[in-house]
Nanobody, 118 residues
Framework: VQLQASGGGSVQDGASLRLSCAAS?????????GAWFRQAPGKEREFVAD????????YYADSVKGRFTISRDGAKNAVDLQMNSLKPEDTATYYC???????????WGQGTLVTVSS
């Protein structure tokens, strides 16, 4: 499976961005769950949100709950992350990931940089 992420950029405090991650290639029809993680400079990668590939059961980190929305785009075979009310502490490289089962390893896409300035 190949993952292509897009949508990062530089915005002001309080702005919105939408990230998208499209899955393609062998195995892209057998995905169990999609997710977004992020890694800020000097910090470890952290979980942001995930969702079942059928679009059910979105789950969020407390730090983004109520501001970010994860969703599935069936037409694009993608997992999206709508980020509203962005804060400087959301600045990070965002990575999408998918897995084919509940205990299988995450497959990672390339990162996309989100910078939020005050």
């Amino acid at each position: 499976v190949q993952l292509q992420a897009s949508g990062g950029g530089s915005v002001q405090d309080g702005a919105s961005l939408r990230l998208s991650c499209a899955a393609s290639g062998r195995g892209s029809n057998g995905i169990y769950k999609g997710a977004w993680f992020r890694q800020a400079p000097g910090k470890e990668r952290e979980f942001v949100a995930d969702i079942a590939w059928n679009g059910r059961n979105p789950y969020y980190a407390d730090s983004v709950k109520g501001r970010f929305t994860i969703s599935r785009d069936g037409a694009k075979n993608a997992v999206d992350l709508q980020m509203n009310s962005l804060k400087p502490e959301d600045t990070a490289t965002y990575y999408c990931a998918i897995r084919s089962g509940s205990h299988t390893p995450w497959i990672w896409g390339q990162g996309t940089l989100v910078t939020v300035s005050s």
